[in-house]
């Protein structure tokens, strides 16, 4: 699969963040319509911890976000072309 970096998401990201959402495989049949309505917004992302990990070629392989109070992950999503290949980040970004 190659290397992986994580890095904080930007608000320029909400877009393609969003779209990660809507594709994914893994949320079909009765989640489908829920994740549907899922958009990560630039206010969104400003207001919580909102991690995404690219591929050498900068491509999204997936994204993370935790809510800061109370302290707990909010979404967990990994491109479908990511899913099952393992590996681990080379680069991890600062949980401030």
Known sequence: MGQATITRASTEDAQRLTRL???SSSYQGVYAEAISRVELTPAYI???LVFLAAGQDAHLLGFYSLIRDPPELDMLFVADEA???GGRSSTCGSHD
């Open 83 to 85: 899913q099952g290949r």
């Open 46 to 48: 400003t207001q919580h």
């Open 21 to 23: 959402c809507h594709v």
